[in-house]
């Protein structure tokens, strides 16, 4: 591991790096804080695959490429005499301080949950209007939706026992087959975007992150999948000549695995 001063020294030496590409690349050069924006993205989702895989020589280059680019837009905006990546870190350092006033102030707090309340009514008190005001537009929904769980329990509105949401997520489902009965579609994706709803809020109950869950099935299945596609290739058989009991040999078989 390294000292404080390599650790610095590295950070100056990726200040340094970025100063002269910005200067004599091209395509640096070229780069604007909405050019940079879709790539951000894809860097933390590739960040969170390597997460997802627990592949931590794969989590330290994609934190890499992260904070490459948060450089980048600091770069970019000491450019627009906005701001500079000191001001960021000033910046940051002085909310952490602010919002965690159990360790920098005289408050005593019991739980990590009181943290969590805590750091809403914080939040609030610097000028936000609402708690959910936190939450990105442009989180996907599933994301989204749990952070908006998380942000309201924060507040305080939240159900009691995991055995409510539970009957909640059942209330729902029944809602939803009265809808699929009735054949009215936007009905339909109304009531299943509250059962998906609901189920992402037992999830957080149950601590259960959802999005690692559906990752995680989403790779279970796509393994599966991909092993009943070379089994049928060994056997000189397309998928779509096989019949779903056929397919179901190799689909087991692949469950074993």
Same mark, same amino acid.
């Given at each position: 591991?390294?000292?404080?001063?390599?650790?610095?020294?590295?950070?100056?030496?990726?200040?340094?790096?970025?100063?002269?590409?910005?200067?004599?690349?091209?395509?640096?050069?070229?780069?604007?804080?909405? !050019?940079?924006?879709?790539?951000?993205?894809?860097?933390?989702?590739?960040?969170?695959?390597?997460?997802?895989?627990?592949?931590?020589?794969?989590?330290?280059?994609?934190?890499?490429?992260?904070?490459?680019?948060?450089?980048?837009?600091?770069?970019?905006?000491?450019?627009?005499?906005?701001?500079?990546?000191?001001?960021?870190?000033?910046?940051?350092?002085?909310?952490?301080?602010?919002?965690?006033?159990?360790?920098?102030?005289?408050?005593?707090?019991?739980?990590?949950?009181?943290?969590?309340?805590?750091?809403?009514?914080?939040?609030?008190?610097?000028?936000?209007?609402?708690?959910?005001?936190?939450?990105?537009?442009?989180?996907?929904?599933?994301?989204?939706?749990?952070?908006?769980?998380?942000?309201?329990?924060?507040?305080?509105?939240?159900?009691? +026992?995991?055995?409510?949401?539970?009957?909640?997520? $059942?209330?729902?489902?029944?809602?939803?087959?009265? +809808?699929?009965?009735?054949?009215?579609?936007?009905?339909?994706?109304?009531?299943?975007?509250?059962?998906?709803? !609901?189920?992402?809020?037992?999830?957080?109950?149950?601590?259960?992150?959802?999005?690692?869950?559906?990752?995680?099935?989403?790779?279970?299945?796509?393994?599966?999948?991909?092993?009943?596609? !070379?089994?049928?290739?060994?056997?000189?058989?397309?998928?779509?000549?096989?019949?779903?009991?056929?397919?179901?040999?190799?689909?087991?078989?692949? $469950?074993?695995?």
């Amino acid at each position: 591991m390294s000292t404080r001063e390599e650790q610095l020294k590295a950070f100056d030496r990726l200040l340094t790096i970025m100063d002269e590409l910005r200067e004599q690349c091209p395509w640096d050069r070229k780069q604007t804080l909405e !050019s940079l924006r879709h790539l951000t993205i894809e860097e933390t989702y590739e960040l969170g695959d390597a997460i997802l895989d627990q592949d931590l020589e794969e989590v330290k280059k994609e934190l890499g490429d992260v904070l490459l680019h948060i450089i980048f837009y600091a770069k970019i905006g000491s450019e627009k005499k906005a701001f500079d990546i000191g001001d960021v870190t000033n910046g940051i350092c002085d909310k952490l301080i602010n919002r965690h006033p159990h360790i920098y102030g005289d408050v005593e707090v019991a739980d990590e949950e009181e943290v969590k309340r805590n750091w809403e009514k914080i939040k609030l008190k610097e000028g936000k209007k609402s708690v959910l005001e936190g939450v990105p537009r442009s989180l996907p929904a599933l994301v989204k939706a749990s952070r908006i769980q998380d942000k309201v329990a924060g507040a305080g509105f939240d159900w009691e +026992e995991p055995q409510q949401v539970f009957e909640k997520v $059942k209330e729902e489902l029944d809602e939803l087959q009265q +809808e699929v009965d009735s054949e009215n579609r936007d009905l339909m994706e109304a009531e299943f975007g509250d059962v998906l709803f !609901s189920m992402i809020n037992y999830a957080r109950f149950l601590k259960v992150d959802p999005e690692n869950a559906l990752e995680r099935t989403n790779k279970k299945f796509i393994k599966r999948f991909q092993y009943l596609e !070379s089994k049928a290739k060994e056997s000189g058989k397309e998928l779509n000549d096989m019949s779903l009991t056929e397919m179901d040999v190799f689909w087991e078989e692949a $469950k074993t695995l």
